[in-house]
């Protein structure tokens, strides 16, 4: 990843890397658009995010992890189950070396698809 560069797209953000990473987070997009198909997509941050009535999530390709951006409450909730992975306050840290826990993040952004519409 080109930490300059401006992206335009999530796909031209995920094309920026190896194969190994593009297919983790083209995994975390699927899921997002699955449990919020009206979300929005969007590059914010330099970052994919998706935006439903408010930033919804962002995720990030790393050298050696994902990154993934579901604010804080989420992390919060989600405490025991994120143990094993390096967490502060409104992010995760999803290793490259490891399989994505796909039903976690699953929860994880209908949480945040709740607490959104309820503000609407």
Do not use: C, W
Request: hydrophobic share 40%; no cysteine; aromatic share 10%.
């Amino acid at each position: 990843m080109d930490l300059s560069k401006k992206y335009l797209s999530i796909d031209e953000y995920i094309k920026d890397f190896p194969l190994e990473t593009q297919e983790k987070l083209v995994e975390i997009r699927k899921i997002v658009h699955e449990v919020a198909p009206n979300a929005i997509e969007a590059i914010s941050y330099g970052m994919p995010t998706f935006k439903l009535g408010g930033n919804l999530v962002h995720f990030a390709g790393y050298k050696k992890h994902i990154g993934f951006y579901p604010t804080p409450s989420p992390i919060e909730s989600f405490k025991k189950e994120l143990s094993e992975y390096k967490t502060s306050k409104g992010a995760v840290q999803f290793p490259l070396d490891k399989p994505l826990p796909l039903d976690l993040i699953r929860r994880m952004v209908i949480s945040r698809v709740r607490q959104l519409e309820a503000k609407m």
